[in-house]
């Protein structure tokens, strides 16, 4: 729990959203700063901490602009590095000089 103001409802969604993140392929490292800021916007919205930015109180939520950035024309799927992180739980070898399409076709072919 990196926060001590943190409320148990909080430390669950902070766990709870870490724990997505590194099914999705996210490193430990990078989830539990996503994780952090994610809970941290929302105890501000909620009112929750003694201090909080004016964009944190009064833009959209994160699930709501998470939802919105999925409809987007960019190319959906995985990133590089959450394809890296399969392939390294698979075993697949000559993965670290793979770039992203090489990574997708031998994790599609270890599927």
């Given at each position: 729990?990196?926060q001590?103001?943190?409320?148990?409802?909080r430390?669950r969604?902070?766990?709870?959203?870490?724990d997505?993140?590194e099914?999705?392929?996210?490193?430990?490292?990078?989830?539990?700063?996503?994780?952090?800021?994610?809970?941290?916007k929302?105890?501000?919205?909620a009112?929750?901490?003694?201090?909080s930015s004016?964009?944190?109180r009064?833009?959209?939520?994160?699930?709501?602009?998470?939802?919105?950035?999925?409809?987007?024309?960019?190319?959906?799927g995985r990133?590089r590095?959450?394809?890296?992180?399969?392939?390294?739980?698979m075993?697949?070898e000559?993965?670290s000089?793979m770039?992203?399409?090489?990574?997708?076709?031998?994790v599609d072919?270890?599927?």
């Open positions: 729990m990196p001590e103001a943190w409320n148990a409802k430390e969604q902070y766990e709870h959203v870490k997505s993140l099914e999705r392929g996210t490193g430990p490292k990078k989830a539990k700063e996503i994780a952090a800021r994610t809970v941290n929302e105890r501000a919205r009112g929750e901490a003694r201090e004016r964009l944190s009064e833009d959209i939520s994160s699930g709501r602009r998470g939802g919105l950035r999925s409809g987007t024309k960019r190319e959906q990133t590095d959450q394809l890296y992180n399969e392939a390294k739980r075993g697949i000559g993965r000089k770039n992203k399409e090489q990574l997708q076709r031998a072919r270890k599927k």
